[in-house]
């Protein structure tokens, strides 16, 4: 009898641990299928640091991936300031070589008390015809 009681425990606590792990599992999105979020453009990259004089300095890249007929990628970054209940472009840059890499490294004094955002864009292009449009945010915040 107690061999058996031993027994139930064992199997009661081992269906407990394995409910409980695959809660986890599911709590952490791991059963969605993963695929990839665009096709002709494989990287946005972008930062934005702001020194004590209120100077931000933003840094961005994008690139039109290597296995796609993609010959050229241009990259638009938008800083972006929260005001009045909006995101507002207050300047923006774009960079295309001609190239599969673009890239925006730019300086901009910014106003404090205000939330401030970078919206990049990537264009992949094959010639003159445009295969995809990727965007991307960077949220910096406040900045006080």
């Given at each position: 009898?107690?061999?058996?009681?031993?027994?139930?425990?064992?199997m009661l606590a081992?269906?407990?641990?394995?409910?409980?792990?695959?809660?986890?599992?599911?709590?952490?999105?791991?059963?969605?299928?993963?695929?990839?979020?665009?096709?002709?453009?494989?990287?946005?990259?972008?930062?934005?640091?702001?020194?004590?004089?209120?100077?931000?300095?933003?840094?961005?890249?994008?690139?039109?991936?290597?296995?796609?007929?993609?010959?050229?990628?241009?990259?638009?970054?938008?800083?972006?300031?929260?005001?009045?209940?909006?995101?507002?472009?207050?300047?923006?840059?774009?960079?295309?070589?001609?190239?599969?890499?673009?890239?925006?490294?730019?300086?901009?004094?910014?106003?404090?008390?205000?939330?401030?955002?970078?919206?990049?864009?990537?264009?992949?292009?094959?010639?003159?015809?445009?295969?995809?449009?990727?965007?991307?945010?960077?949220?910096?915040?406040?900045?006080?």
């Amino acid at each position: 009898m107690k061999k058996h009681i031993k027994l139930v425990s064992l199997m009661l606590a081992a269906c407990i641990l394995t409910v409980n792990s695959t809660t986890v599992f599911a709590a952490k999105g791991t059963e969605t299928e993963i695929s990839p979020q665009w096709t002709d453009v494989s990287t946005i990259t972008s930062r934005m640091e702001v020194d004590s004089w209120g100077i931000a300095t933003i840094s961005a890249t994008g690139r039109a991936s290597t296995t796609s007929s993609a010959d050229s990628a241009t990259l638009i970054v938008e800083l972006q300031r929260y005001e009045d209940n909006n995101w507002n472009t207050i300047k923006s840059w774009e960079d295309n070589k001609g190239v599969k890499f673009a890239s925006v490294t730019e300086k901009y004094a910014i106003k404090k008390g205000y939330s401030y955002r970078l919206y990049l864009t990537v264009k992949a292009y094959k010639g003159s015809k445009l295969l995809e449009t990727a965007t991307d945010i960077y949220n910096y915040g406040l900045y006080n």
